[in-house]
């Protein structure tokens, strides 16, 4: 017989506390249109961050200088995934000059921002999109 140790369990069954995204952030982690990836992408970029195991390929179809289609594929927390999902959202439709100024940081902040144990969903995405979108020499 094992023995567990049911001292941290909480009297909501949890035994952590989980922290919560803001409202927008849980609607993209909860229903993601753009998971899966592309078939056909013009522009691919990925990241991982070694700490937590989190993995992040970004796909995006370009024509005529514009991101026409954006998809992801992703392993990891709930942060990644709404913060790819958002990127993906925000990015449709524009240049890729304006990819490459995106900041995704400011937009997550607008939202009401990350819990710190999510906070580095925004460093993963950013050097995603900088490998999709590198900046072109002056």
Not at 35 to 56: Q, Y
Not at 57 to 80: M, N, Y
């Amino acid at each position: 017989m094992y023995y567990k140790d049911l001292s941290q369990i909480t009297p909501t069954g949890r035994l952590f506390q989980v922290p919560t995204l803001p409202a927008a952030l849980e609607l993209a982690f909860r229903s993601p249109r753009h998971g899966g990836g592309l078939v056909a992408a013009d522009a691919r970029g990925r990241a991982a961050n070694a700490a937590c195991g989190d993995e992040l390929e970004l796909e995006f179809q370009v024509r005529d200088g514009r991101i026409t289609a954006a998809g992801f594929r992703v392993r990891g927390c709930s942060g990644l995934i709404a913060c790819a999902e958002l990127l993906c959202v925000d990015l449709e439709g524009r240049s890729c000059a304006d990819a490459r100024g995106y900041d995704l940081a400011a937009r997550v902040s607008e939202l009401g921002g990350l819990p710190p144990a999510r906070r580095h969903a925004l460093e993963v995405c950013r050097r995603a999109l900088e490998q999709a979108f590198p900046a072109t020499p002056a």
